[in-house]
């Protein structure tokens, strides 16, 4: 079955016939994880110049194998900027692959279903085999009911797992992921016991979920799980309760992000909570200065990806446009990358259920992944431990799979 190398990227513009190729060949994406809002997803970079000119342009590469790529490119606000970002993003991984021969049939979906639709099915009357893209999960859904109609299999980038499916895989970063790697990695360590305090939101709704099933198939227990509102002032009871609980727990889960994970923190000491009795965990959306800041979080365990990759990546986007990149933009480049690798290697197959779940994954950016046929991901993470200074590698990356990936 095929695997892709998983190669470093270089820190620098890649450098001859070698170093292209590893480049092109490693594939993984990045994003913060969880449910983001729009800073968290799409950073504060403006459009490179030039933007406007490249949105223009309807195809990068003149390959045998067409690939449709839909982006919120005249979407306002932050959106359009992340649309031109992760454009610039493709195009680098176009220029650093080694002869792809690959045509990116570029399409501006707007920000929209209706235009995610369109742009979807334009691109499969051109040709596209596969689909990169769109954005968010209204647009994928829209997109999905075109490619589905004509076969073509679709990579996202929505962060929302209920609009992955039969041909419909996401490469984003799943809270699913998130709450998989810590929890493994808490009774990994010797805990067992476990309570939660959980945000009541979307996300909370995801990530408590996960965190049930995922307790349960390792041989935990779930002692308790309270969700709190947005509002502090309403943090009082389910604070008191997770307080009771804690009692009979080793573990305790505040899956939240800045402010929310700091209030949270604060209502449980409120409450008489003593969180240094307890090995704190979160999710990659602790990944925030205010959670380091945090008296009662330090010492809690996180998981985020391999921060190596996003640098060396950041540098040579950089030399290309002038400016950072937005989180996000390595999402397209690793979806290129990889249609590239697997147009190059895999012949008719290349874009067949059975290549695309490779139970061995892919590397890349960010480090390993694979697809499930559920069309969601799983992931490679590393644990870090928050502190004053940042967050603090406890337990690497892992660099390949085990497993059947099921």
């Known amino acids: 079955m095929f695997r892709t190398p998983q190669a470093r990227l270089p820190a620098r513009p890649c450098g001859g016939r070698r170093g292209v190729l590893a480049a092109g060949l490693a594939v993984l994406l990045s994003a913060c994880s969880g449910t983001l809002s729009s800073s968290d997803m799409f950073g504060t970079s403006s459009v490179a110049p030039g933007g406007a000119e490249q949105a223009a342009q309807s195809a990068i590469g003149t390959g045998q194998t067409k690939v449709g790529l839909l982006l919120p490119l005249s979407a306002p606000g932050n ?30 979906d707007g ?34 009911q075109a490619a589905r109609a004509r076969g073509v299999p679709v990579i996202a980038f929505s962060t929302d797992s209920n609009v992955a499916g039969r041909g419909i895989f996401l490469l984003s970063f799943l809270p699913e992921s998130d709450v998989d790697r810590i929890v493994a990695y808490a009774i990994a360590q010797g805990r067992r016991s476990f309570v939660g305090f959980v945000p009541d939101s979307p996300y909370g709704s995801v990530v408590e979920a996960e965190f049930k099933q995922v307790v349960a198939r390792k041989g935990g227990r779930v002692v308790a799980v309270e969700r709190y509102a947005a509002d502090g002032g309403k943090m009082t009871e389910p604070a008191r309760l997770v307080a009771e609980a804690a009692a009979r727990a080793d573990v305790l889960f505040i899956p939240d992000s800045g402010d929310g994970a700091v209030a949270a923190a604060k209502a449980l000491g409120a409450a008489g909570l003593d969180a240094k009795r307890l090995q704190v965990i979160g999710t990659g959306q602790w990944d925030d200065p205010r959670v380091f ?45 990889l249609v590239a690798a697997l147009a190059k290697t895999q012949g008719d197959k290349r874009f067949s259920p059975e290549t695309l779940t490779n139970p061995s994954g892919f590397a890349g950016i960010d480090g390993v992944f694979r697809f499930r046929a559920d069309g969601t991901n799983q992931r490679g993470l590393a644990v870090l431990k928050a502190t004053p200074s940042g967050g603090q590698m406890v337990a690497p990356a892992p660099r390949s799979f085990g497993g059947s990936g099921t």
């Open 79 to 108: 959106a359009g900027l992340a649309g031109q970002a992760m454009r610039n993003a493709a195009e680098l991984a176009f220029a650093e692959f080694n002869n792809a021969n690959i045509q990116l049939l570029v399409k501006d």
């Open 111 to 144: 920000g929209t279903a209706q235009g995610a639709q369109q742009a979807a099915q334009q691109a499969i009357d051109e040709g596209a085999e596969i689909i990169l893209g769109p954005l968010f999960a209204q647009s994928v859904t829209a997109a999905a």
């Open 293 to 337: 800041a945090e008296p009662a979080l330090e010492g809690g365990w996180y998981p985020a990806p391999d921060s190596g990759g996003f640098r060396a990546f950041s540098a040579r986007y950089r030399t290309r446009y002038g400016q950072d990149p937005v989180r996000t933009a390595t999402l397209a480049y690793d979806a290129v990358a």
